[in-house]
């Protein structure tokens, strides 16, 4: 069974840094785009970032830009995020996501395949 594990959340201050990873189980994704889904309490999942399958390409939400970094490592099967200036805003349980396909927008859940069961970060004020 394929699964998309993640790890790295926890409670930080504001203004603080986290990093998440995500590394699949049961196969690779190295030929997959990956990205990061959040979903706060009360609110629908929303797109947070996105990266290529070669890791040539990244999208971010414009509420994360230049804050948030996108990266992979196909040698490692893994799939990061780092989260530096976070925000109490950013408090949201954190998904990792696979497709075949890389979108330069912010995509939806539904075009994505496979899904971790999300790492929670906690930001502080």
């Known amino acids: 069974q394929v699964q998309l594990i993640e790890s790295g959340g926890g409670l930080v201050q504001a203004g603080g840094s986290l990093r998440l990873s995500c590394a699949p189980s049961?196969?690779?994704?190295?030929?997959?785009?990956m990205a990061w889904f959040r979903q706060a309490p009360g609110k629908e999942r929303e797109f947070v970032s996105a990266?290529?399958?070669?890791?040539?390409?990244?999208h971010y939400a414009d509420s994360v830009k230049g804050r948030f970094t996108i990266s992979r490592d196909n040698g490692k099967n893994t799939v990061y995020l780092q989260m530096n200036n976070l925000k109490p805003e950013d408090t949201a349980v954190y998904y990792c996501?696979?497709?075949?396909?890389?979108?330069?927008?912010?995509?939806?859940?539904?075009?994505?395949?496979?899904w971790g069961q999300g790492t929670q970060v906690t930001v502080s004020s």
């Open positions: 996501a696979a497709t075949t396909t890389f979108y330069y927008r912010d995509s939806s859940s539904g075009e994505y395949d496979y």
């Open positions: 049961g196969r690779t994704f190295s030929t997959y785009a």
């Open positions: 990266i290529s399958w070669s890791g040539g390409s990244t």
